[in-house]
């Protein structure tokens, strides 16, 4: 009798730890569940994140392009102006040499009239 009673209450045991292993069989596809849509939430949140920041790449390449075709025109336009500015600067400095050549030449000249004279007055 006592045997009966202890494999009744092995079989009461066993039950009670087939119930608990369903209850954790249940918990585990439960968490399972959870990680698939958390897996999935996640994988169309990386999506979207991607796409944005492969928008605000191409925005920020856009306007790195844009600034570089600016400063390419701003470079252009100085090009221009440091031209023009060089050639007004040779333009006046030979302006400058006609004229102190003149007065070089006309000063000679104005020797050769003052030691002509000269010359002339003293005997």
Same mark, same amino acid.
């Given at each position: 009798?006592? !045997? ?11 039950? *009670? ?16 569940? %959870?990680?698939? *849509? ?12 991607? !796409?944005?920041?492969?928008? *605000? ?5 856009? %306007? ?34 006609? !004229? ?24």
């Amino acid at each position: 009798m006592q !045997a009966d009673r202890q494999i009744k209450q092995v079989e009461a045991q066993i039950k *009670e730890v087939e119930a608990r292993i369903k209850e954790v069989e249940a918990r585990i596809k439960e968490v399972d569940a %959870r990680i698939k *849509e958390v897996d999935v939430r996640l994988q169309k949140e990386m999506r979207e994140m991607e !796409a944005r920041l492969l928008k *605000e790449m191409r925005e920020i390449d856009a %306007r790195l392009e844009e600034g570089l075709r600016t400063l390419e025109l701003k470079i252009v336009e100085l090009d221009g102006a440091r031209r023009t500015e060089m050639k007004q600067i040779e333009v006046n400095l030979q302006r400058a040499i006609t !004229a102190q050549t003149r007065w070089f030449i006309a000063g000679m000249a104005m020797l050769g009239i003052i030691f002509k004279l000269a010359d002339l007055l003293i005997p």
